[in-house]
């Protein structure tokens, strides 16, 4: 899918904004990577603004109520090292907190945006919530602060640093700075990526998906339907083969789903799978199964394709169909699927998440073979672990993430971290480097790299990487086995 054309051009009258702050570190989005920075920032002494469009912080991990996977579980697998850091101190603090219901995400979701705000506020972090950064403001080729919109108006920020961690790389973009967007698909690419992202039409192929949490389920009434002895008929096979054509395969259903879900699709009722627009699908719902209580059921509705995250027209299509969709989900719930009759929509996610989209062409991008093969670099931050490696017996220690990563070319004053920083994606990426564990202590290594850099009145790109290597591992960063940092000059041998 290409970017829409402009219908034209007007001129923006030049005016004086105001100067709300002047800090040393901004932080655009407090989402699951960018709130780790603000708050290593913070601690390290710099005068920090954290800046989100949701007044809820979190990201991913707070206003999308996490869609899909778990806050550090995958850590264990992705990061050799274990989970260290803030994040770990964060993930600590949020299992202490957390009440063993069984329905994790509405529980873990508000703790966490709780927690990043407390965290954020004990380490002197000035938190701007809800704005809209704009603009950067550059300087001799120096990212020098935004501008923002919020109640007051456009305000401007000074910043001597500033940190995109929008997910969508959208300072970056702004700036001008080398942006990846499409990848196009290559048949050799191995076959850990899923092949029906491989079609030239998926450009750029992106994977999103929504949350939403049902109530007043009877969900022993519902377990024991899904038990029950159906055998579908020859029709029934039929009817979902045909529904297979979709580029995604049925997921969620169990058989006794089935005839009912074929029957509101035959009297036009409700479709669980959707032509949103060409080659952009609304996959089926994933109900997560678990000792549900208090009648709460969480459930996600996927949507693949050529979804592209820059483009703010196509976004609000298909935000708006997903979250018809869901409404449309419950009544067919509702209607038809025993255990739901008085179930009702309480909550669908705030914010609509995305597993790609945008990001920069850094200094450094890491490709998947760095991934596969276990690179090593000089400016390692910590050791990260790609799920395809098996397939290419690469190691299982993991391969470097480069400080070089977060560097967007030809711009000072700018660091990108999250889903923006600099990693190549094919497909669905099943790897680890844009994970949460990974992409948490990402956050939290950018937030050190801006804060240093001020305290030595450099450019981050010119900051002593030892110096930021050395904090890492003074907070528990796996950077690597004790003769591979005594190579790196960072401890005897
Ligand atoms: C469907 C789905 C399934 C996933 N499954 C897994 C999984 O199983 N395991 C796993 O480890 N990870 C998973 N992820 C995580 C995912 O892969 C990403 O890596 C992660 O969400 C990226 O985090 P981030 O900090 O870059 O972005 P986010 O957490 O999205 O944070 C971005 C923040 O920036 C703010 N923002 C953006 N633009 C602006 C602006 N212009 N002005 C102000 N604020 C702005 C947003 O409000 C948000 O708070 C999943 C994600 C999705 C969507």
């Known amino acids: 899918m290409t970017k829409e054309e402009p219908l034209g051009y007007v001129a923006e009258p030049q005016k004086q904004v105001p100067v709300a702050y002047d800090v040393d570190v901004a932080v655009v989005g407090g989402g699951l990577s960018g709130m780790f920075s603000a708050i290593a920032a913070g601690r390290l002494g710099a005068k920090t603004l954290l800046l989100d469009r949701f007044a809820a912080l979190g990201g991913n991990l707070g206003p999308a109520m ?134 030239p039409e998926f450009v750029p192929w992106n994977d999103t998906a929504i949350y939403f949490v049902m109530a007043g389920v009877d969900f022993p009434r519902f377990e024991q339907f899904l038990a029950s002895d159906v055998t579908l008929t020859a029709e029934d096979e039929a009817w979902l083969a045909e529904r297979e054509q979709f580029p995604f395969a049925r997921q969620a259903f169990e058989d006794p789903m089935i005839p009912l879900l074929r029957h509101a699709w035959e009297i036009g009722e ?86 790609g989209g945008p990001h920069i062409d850094g200094e450094y991008t890491i490709t998947p073979e760095d991934a596969f093969n276990g690179a090593k670099f000089d400016d390692v931050l910590y050791r990260n672990t790609h799920a395809a490696q098996p397939h290419y017996g690469g190691e299982a220690s993991g391969f470097d993430t480069p400080y070089r990563s977060l560097l967007p070319k030809g711009m000072d004053g700018l660091l990108a971290t999250g889903r923006a920083s600099a990693y190549i994606r094919r497909g669905h990426d099943p790897g680890a480097t844009r994970a949460r564990p990974a992409l948490m202590q990402l956050g939290e290594a950018a937030g050190a790299a801006a804060a240093l850099a001020v305290q030595d009145g450099v450019a981050p790109r010119h900051l002593d990487v030892k110096k930021l290597q050395r904090h890492l591992l003074q907070q528990g960063f796996f950077l690597g086995e004790p003769a591979r940092l005594a190579q790196l000059g960072l401890t005897n041998p």
């Open 66 to 199: 996490i869609v899909g996977g778990s806050v550090a579980g995958e850590a264990p697998v992705t990061l050799p090292g274990g989970l260290a850091g803030i994040p770990k101190e964060l993930n600590d603090r949020m299992e202490a907190l957390q009440v063993e219901t069984g329905h994790r995400y509405a529980d873990i979701t508000n703790i966490i945006s709780h927690l990043a705000a407390q965290l954020a506020l004990d380490a002197g972090v000035e938190i701007l919530v809800p704005v809209w950064v704009g603009d950067p403001i550059i300087a001799d080729n120096r990212v020098a602060g935004l501008f923002v919109e919020g109640k007051s108006g456009r305000v401007a920020v000074k910043s001597k640093v500033v940190i995109d961690a929008s997910a969508d790389a959208d300072v970056c973009r702004r700036a001008g700075v080398p942006v990846i967007t499409d990848m196009a698909p290559d048949p050799s690419w191995p076959p850990v990526i899923r092949q029906e992202f491989l079609r």
């Open 270 to 355: 409700y479709y669980y799978l959707k032509t949103v627009e060409p080659h952009v699908h609304i996959n089926t719902p994933n109900l997560w199964k678990g000792p549900y209580e208090n009648g709460l059921v969480g459930s996600r509705i996927n949507m693949g394709g050529a979804i592209r995250r820059d483009d703010m027209k196509q976004h609000a299509r298909l935000e708006t169909a997903i979250r018809m969709h869901v409404f449309e989900t419950v009544q067919f719930f509702r209607k038809y699927v025993p255990g739901f009759d008085r179930a009702y929509l309480l909550i669908t996610a705030p914010y609509f998440g995305s597993r």
